[in-house]
């Protein structure tokens, strides 16, 4: 269920388009930020306030990586591992984060804090290696730089 709040977000910005489908990526970003992913669910809810069918709504939610389509954890880490991020120690980092958080690559950590993921170029490649925690970005990691990153969430 998504919260009054987030409905309301939806049907304020869906009054911007001239058809209610025109709402939908603004309305998948209020989902994510309401709910951290984007359930089947959810989906149906934003297919039903914009008045399309739910296949529509789940293929466009699928077409972006940015989104969500699994229950994540409260910080949701996503690696670049392309290759300016590779040739400058993405896959390390992967590794680091995996010993350092103890949960493995492509997994949610059982006390749900934590969801590691290796994810395509970032748009950053000249602060690589480089990853996303939510919404906010770290770059030029090191071991030592992720540890401060890493402390400063708890
Ligand atoms: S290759 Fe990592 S940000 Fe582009």
């Given at each position: 269920?998504?919260?009054?709040?987030?409905?309301?977000?939806?049907?304020?910005?869906?009054?911007?388009?001239?058809?209610?489908?025109?709402?939908?990526?603004?309305?998948?970003?209020?989902?994510?930020?309401?709910?951290?992913?984007?359930?089947?669910?959810a989906?149906?809810?934003i297919?039903?306030?914009?008045?399309?069918?739910?296949i529509?709504?789940?293929?466009?939610?699928?077409?972006?990586?940015?989104?969500?389509?699994?229950?994540?954890?409260?910080?949701?880490i996503?690696?670049?591992?392309?290759?300016?991020?590779?040739l400058?120690?993405?896959?390390?980092?992967?590794?680091?984060?995996?010993?350092?958080?103890?949960?493995?690559?492509?997994?949610t950590?059982?006390?749900?804090?934590?969801?590691?993921?290796?994810?395509?170029?970032?748009?950053?490649?000249?602060t690589?290696?480089?990853?996303?925690?939510?919404?906010?970005?770290?770059?030029?990691?090191?071991e030592?730089?992720?540890?401060?990153i890493?402390?400063?969430?708890?």
């Amino acid at each position: 269920m998504l919260s009054e709040d987030a409905i309301r977000a939806i049907e304020g910005v869906i009054k911007r388009y001239s058809e209610k489908r025109g709402g939908l990526l603004p309305t998948f970003h209020i989902v994510q930020k309401d709910r951290g992913w984007i359930s089947e669910e959810a989906i149906e809810e934003i297919a039903r306030i914009l008045d399309i069918p739910p296949i529509e709504v789940k293929e466009a939610v699928s077409f972006y990586t940015m989104f969500n389509t699994r229950e994540v954890g409260k910080y949701h880490i996503q690696v670049c591992t392309n290759l300016s991020c590779s040739l400058l120690g993405g896959r390390h980092i992967v590794d680091y984060l995996e010993r350092r958080l103890g949960v493995d690559v492509g997994k949610t950590r059982e006390d749900k804090r934590f969801t590691l993921s290796e994810v395509e170029c970032l748009g950053s490649c000249g602060t690589a290696p480089v990853m996303q925690i939510n919404e906010d970005y770290y770059e030029n990691l090191t071991e030592d730089k992720i540890d401060r990153i890493i402390g400063s969430l708890a």
